[in-house]
């Protein structure tokens, strides 16, 4: 199996870069309903995955940050507690799936470490599952 049949790639995944304000990343955040955001450098690398809880705990401990100035705050200034390891293309599916346990989704880079896209936690789960019923039904028939 190759990572590429379970990648999201870039043009589908919402992602923020570096220079992103503290109130885009919240607003998008919401608009999407997702709770973690990709992280790129304006050459498109990874830099690490924001999460709501990481925005939360800025506002929270950042003297003088309100939501009224949340546009003058860069992401590249907001810690980050996580960083999804990201894979590269080419790894193999172990690699993937040891990941894809404490992550919700893995980015993928490629070789030159530009990021390329996603692979869903739940999206791996699906086809795992379909193969564990696929399997099980053809036992049954052989029975």
């Known amino acids: ?3 590429a049949f379970f990648l999201v790639p870039k043009l589908e995944v919402i992602c923020l870069t ?14 999407h309903r997702y709770t973690a955001v990709p992280v790129l450098s304006e ?3 990874y ?9 939360l705990w800025f506002l929270k401990n950042t003297e003088g940050v309100t939501f009224d100035n949340a546009h003058r705050h860069l992401i590249s200034s907001i810690p980050m ?7 590269y293309i080419g790894a193999n599916m172990e690699d993937l799936i040891s990941k894809a346990k404490a992550q919700n989704f893995v980015p993928v880079i490629d070789d ?3 990021f390329i896209g996603i692979v869903r936690r739940s999206d791996i789960i699906e086809y795992c599952a379909q193969q564990l ?9 052989t029975i």
Do not use: C, W
């Not at 830099?47 to 925005?55: N, V, W």
């Not at 507690?81 to 894979?87: D, F, K």
């Not at 019923?133 to 028939?141: G, I, L, M, N, W």
């Open 18 to 31: 570096a220079q992103s304000t503290l109130r885009q990343a919240l607003e998008r955040m919401e608009y």
């Open 133 to 141: 019923f696929t399997a099980a039904a053809s036992s049954k028939r």
């Open 81 to 87: 507690r996580m960083h999804n390891q990201p894979v």
């Open 47 to 55: 830099i690490g995955t924001i999460t709501e809880g990481d925005l």
């Open 1 to 3: 199996m190759n990572i």
């Open 112 to 114: 030159r470490e530009h």
């Open 43 to 45: 050459e498109g690398r």
